[in-house]
């Protein structure tokens, strides 16, 4: 993708003469919508993303957030859609791969992934073929590294067939005097590079995530996505983990878009210095490798690190120590000139700033999305409840989270499957893990860390403001669930060509509806990223914004989300009509007006954390995608059931958020804890017969835990 007109007339202003070659592909990649954010930073003021505990916000590799004095996480999200379309297995492995390394960078240890996935019609080949690979690539990947995946999502939609999404989150942990930063610190330190060999994978990978995919995608442009290694990057993680021991680490940035000229002029330009590099320094794993090709090639596993120049040697010996690669290409300077040599010739004089951050910002049209019409289907009762709860969008995601390991590292309370994942974040142990580190992964609190991420395509399909509000408020309530209450946010924010302004409207819409619901729940937004141009011959995404929240609890116990049989129902929030954005239209092609949020978010979601923990409550169940009729189907186990009754069958489907089933032995301290909060309504009673006994309006239906189950396995029984 060469240089726009416009933007190469700016660059030969500022250079005073015209760009090499290389200094064309650096600006391309680090100028393209990607890297520079060019359509979407305008609207990213929206967010508020300072609070009591966050100290370090957007604009780092990850965020970081402070659970005590002591003990800060890492928080992070990033997007690898365009790569999983061409290659879902490499495209998907090398995203888990690339937020690990983010958070290697700030000086964490990585505890837990999440990987939110968006597919088109699951009944087309097509998708079966990409989710199928995405998964083993998540899998194969995170697995071998001995990061745990507790979370996430799994969402189809026809809209999604021409460019599948693939999000990942990931959460690290670091003591609070070994954060690392991105930015240059100090003029003749030392850059150097650490990890694989430089090959000409993923060349231009960053200006292929800017622009639309066209029907000739899966070959055309197969060379610009990335092949991953896990074995090298467990072998990084320790390598990283032995340099902070050793108080190596100056600064630090992972290679991924752009490559080395991405990270490395990054670093010169937080710092606002300079540097130089010689390029030929650069270990490598191809012969003949030109300039262009070694600043820009985006191989993964690995890291660039600011050294002070006393301490090359050992950094040297712990690379060499786990069989890592390690190059120094350069040093830090005064002044504000990214230089870069090859073979002793200057291929790049740029201003570093100009270089990092010079790309003009793109004023663009935009058109509001419609109101939704309302027109409602007329279907039996049984017909829709199998339709609903057997729906490819609601039914257990079982088939992807067995293939993920989610029990390593010993820390994972609540696993997948559930409204939230808890990690136990325990008291220090008295032994260090091994006799070198004594790292984040033994520092423990003794406080639960949950974890909850997503997005409704049906619902910012609707309605993108309301239905962007509606994903904050559902993530939240996932939390409280589990007793815990939101700390910060991260977000990925997914969208079509921002040049049609009806695309452009539908992104708008998103981004304000999670800033303000995110500012409502006082919950900041501490980063994330941005995925344009997720167009294709079959036209746009949804507008798709994936929020990963992060909460806290005392202790790790949580209710589970399954029905213990022995208590009162009660549905906290009251019953709702409304169908838009719901499954129930998405089956049977109806539309409606998409519910209000309810304005009193943020007590709810506080009081619901507390009815969690309370002694007497035995279950707890949020209401999202499919409503009552698939939370209720989700209590029931093969030992215990539920016999509930909703006055309607717009009551049993309707999405909409601020509302969690609660099996309690205490309904009237329920009633009164939600008193000035929101309403509560009785459903019935759990039960010991392993069995749904539901009563809609008069009529009855009925099913044992089998059928129930023979339905929500459609994933396993097609994918097996």
């Not at 005097?177 to 694989?196: I, Q, Y």
């Not at 007329?378 to 057997?390: K, R």
């Not at 990690?423 to 406080?447: C, F, I, M, Y």
């Amino acid at each position: 993708m060469p240089l726009a007109d416009a933007d190469r007339e700016r660059i030969v202003d500022e250079l005073g003469r015209d760009p090499t070659r290389a200094e064309s592909a650096l600006f391309e990649n680090l100028w393209s919508e990607h890297c520079a954010y060019r359509s979407s930073l305008p609207l990213l003021s929206a967010f508020e993303t300072e609070g009591e505990g966050v100290v370090v916000g957007p604009g780092d590799d990850a965020a970081v957030v402070a659970l005590d004095d002591d003990t800060y996480v890492t928080f992070g999200v990033e997007s690898h859609n365009h790569p999983s379309y061409v290659d879902p297995y490499d495209g998907a492995a090398t995203g888990v791969g690339g937020i690990v390394r983010d958070t290697l960078s700030m000086g964490a240890y990585p505890i837990a992934l999440a990987d939110c996935l968006y597919f088109g019609d699951f009944d087309a080949e097509h998708s079966r073929y990409l989710l199928d690979g995405v998964v083993e690539g998540i899998s194969d990947y995170g697995n071998s590294i001995g990061v745990p995946t507790v979370g996430g999502s799994t969402a189809f939609h026809p809209d999604y067939e021409g460019n599948p999404l693939v999000n990942v989150a990931c959460v690290g942990l670091v003591d609070a005097d070994r954060v690392v930063t991105a930015d240059a610190k100090r003029p003749g330190n030392e850059l150097v590079l650490v990890g694989n060999a430089t090959g000409r994978d993923g060349l231009g990978g960053a200006s292929f995530a800017s622009e639309d995919l066209d029907e000739d995608a899966e070959t055309e442009d197969r060379p610009a996505v990335q092949v991953g290694d896990p074995y090298t990057e467990k072998l990084l993680v320790e390598a990283n983990e032995e340099l902070l021991d050793r108080d190596l680490l100056v600064a630090a940035r992972d290679l991924g878009a752009a490559g080395l000229g991405g990270a490395s002029s990054e670093m010169i330009a937080k710092g606002r210095l300079g540097c130089e590099i010689d390029l030929e320094r650069v270990h490598q794993r191809e012969e003949g490798m030109n300039a262009m090709e070694i600043l820009l090639a985006e191989s993964q596993e690995r890291m660039c690190y600011e050294v002070a120049p006393e301490d090359v040697d050992e950094v040297r010996d712990v690379a060499e120590k786990y069989d890592l690669g390690c190059s120094v290409i350069g040093e830090v300077t005064d002044g504000n000139r990214y230089v870069a040599r090859f073979e002793g010739d200057v291929v790049v004089d740029a201003p570093a700033e100009f270089l990092a951050d010079g790309a003009p910002l793109n004023d663009l049209p935009s058109e509001e999305p419609p109101e939704p019409t309302v027109d409602l289907p007329d279907v039996a009762l049984d017909e829709a409840f199998e339709a609903v709860v057997g729906s490819p969008n609601t039914a257990s995601k079982r088939w992807v989270y067995r293939q993920y390991d989610h029990e390593v590292g010993a820390r994972t309370a609540t696993g997948p499957g559930d409204d939230a994942a808890v990690l136990a974040v325990r008291e220090a142990n008295a032994e260090p893990r091994s006799a070198d580190k004594s790292n984040g992964e033994n520092r423990e609190t003794g406080q639960g860390l949950a974890l909850a991420a997503g997005a409704s395509p049906n619902w910012t399909a609707t309605a993108p403001y309301e239905g962007a509000r509606a994903v904050a408020v559902e993530n939240a309530t996932n939390l409280a669930a589990k007793g815990a209450t939101p700390l910060a946010a991260v977000d990925c924010l997914n969208g079509g060509n921002p040049e049609k302004p009806d695309v452009y409207g539908g992104f708008e819409g998103i981004v304000d509806g999670l800033a303000d619901a995110c500012a409502d729940l006082d919950v900041p937004v501490v980063g994330g990223n941005v995925s344009l141009y997720n167009d294709s011959v079959a036209g746009p995404i949804p507008p798709t914004p994936t929020l990963a929240v992060l909460g806290t609890k005392s202790g790790y116990d949580a209710p589970p989300a399954s029905s213990q049989g022995e208590g009162t129902l009660l549905l906290v929030g009251g019953h709702r009509e409304e169908l838009g954005g719901s499954e129930y239209l998405a089956q049977f092609d109806g539309s409606d007006t998409f519910p209000a949020v309810p304005a009193d978010a943020p007590a709810f979601v506080e009081t619901l954390a507390d009815v969690a923990d309370a002694r007497e409550t035995l279950a707890v169940h949020d209401v999202s995608d499919g409503g009552l009729a698939v939370a209720l189907a989700e209590l029931v186990t093969d030992e215990t059931g539920v016999d509930a009754t909703v006055p309607s069958l717009d009551a049993l489907f309707s999405e909409a958020v601020g509302r969690a089933v609660v099996e309690t032995e205490d309904p009237g301290a329920v009633r009164e804890a939600f008193e000035d909060v929101a309403p509560v309504v009785e459903l019935g009673e759990a039960t010991a017969e392993g069995a749904l006994d539901l009563s809609v309006d008069g009529e009855t239906l009925a099913y044992d835990a089998a059928e129930i189950r023979e339905r929500r396995d459609v994933l396993a029984r097609e994918l097996d």
